[in-house]
């Protein structure tokens, strides 16, 4: 295992001083931990431009030991800066994607009325906030160490030791055939995308054997979870409650 900690945090979904707020509570050191974000960082919560400020400053701090992944939220937003058309544009967004344009319109000092400005707005993004593209584009799908595969969305469950090989959606999408079946790739999966409310009726980080899943539904009002895996193996969670901010601010 590695010599520090391991941070992992999921589904932040615009919620940035929740994120602030999570990584200050755990002390959070840049450089030393590793800290690993499972993807969804746009979409639902009011600030998905503050998140990917963010995250592109905890890559740069991280010295080599940080990583971003990909979620589908962040899929399909991508999908709609390089090829924007109707029918992907509605449904990103039916899925929280007004939120994310609302926010890029703030920090661009202009304002978002709605679908209507939603072709004008994408086109605004990828000609004043090239960077966010770029970091979209070169996300991670997976990482893993000694006992742990980070995902998004999961695995397939009978991938075995060829897990890697999957379908790329998958590990942005996959639900119920993943949690409802055994892991056979010999590590434990962290992953996100499906709250943990349906597993249990806390949204606190669920420990499900050889799954442990993350996502504590922040944009939706519960807790943005981070997973604390010691330089043993051990692990542990802590967590801000939906609407915390950073303190002094």
Same mark, same amino acid.
């Given at each position: @295992? ?14 940035? =001083? ?20 499972? !993807? ?5 919560? &009011?600030?998905?431009? !503050? ?8 890559? =740069?701090? !991280? ?8 979620? /589908? ?10 090829? &924007? ?8 967004? !039916? ?6 344009? =609302? ?10 009325? #709605? ?5 004008? @707005? ?9 960077? %966010? ?23 397939? &469950? ?8 999957? &379908?790329?959606?998958?590990? @942005?999408?996959? =639900?119920?055939?993943?949690? %409802? ?20 009726? +806390?949204?606190?980080?669920?420990? #499900? ?15 943005? /979870? ?14 801000? /409650?939906?609407? +915390? ?5």
């Amino acid at each position: @295992m590695d010599r520090f900690r391991t941070i992992a945090i999921s589904d932040i979904h615009g919620c940035s =001083r929740e994120l602030g707020k999570l990584l200050q509570k755990v002390g959070y050191r840049p450089g030393e931990d590793r800290l690993i974000l499972l !993807g969804d960082y746009v979409d639902r919560g &009011p600030d998905s431009c !503050g998140v990917i400020n963010a995250v592109l400053a905890l890559l =740069r701090e !991280g010295g080599g030991r940080a990583t971003a992944l990909r979620g /589908n939220h962040d899929q399909r937003f991508l999908q709609c800066l390089r090829h &924007p058309e109707p029918e992907l544009i509605d449904k990103f967004l !039916g899925q929280g994607g007004h939120e994310t344009l =609302r926010s890029y319109a703030r920090a661009a000092g202009t304002e978002y009325r #709605g679908a209507a400005d939603a072709s004008g @707005m994408l086109r605004l993004i990828r000609t004043e906030f090239k960077e %966010h593209v770029e970091l979209l584009d070169s996300l991670d799908l997976h990482a893993e160490d000694e006992a742990f595969i980070y995902v998004h969305a999961g695995i397939d &469950p009978a991938a075995g030791s060829s897990w890697k090989d999957q &379908p790329r959606e998958l590990f @942005m999408w996959i =639900r119920e055939p993943f949690y %409802h079946a055994p892991v056979t790739a010999g590590k434990t999966v962290v992953f996100g995308h499906t709250r943990t409310i349906k597993f249990q009726k +806390e949204p606190s980080v669920w420990f #499900g054997g050889d799954k442990i899943g993350i996502d504590g539904g922040c944009s939706a009002g519960g807790r943005l /979870n981070a997973l604390l895996i010691d330089a043993a193996g051990g692990v542990s969670e802590d967590a801000v /409650n939906a609407g +915390e901010s950073p303190a002094g601010r």
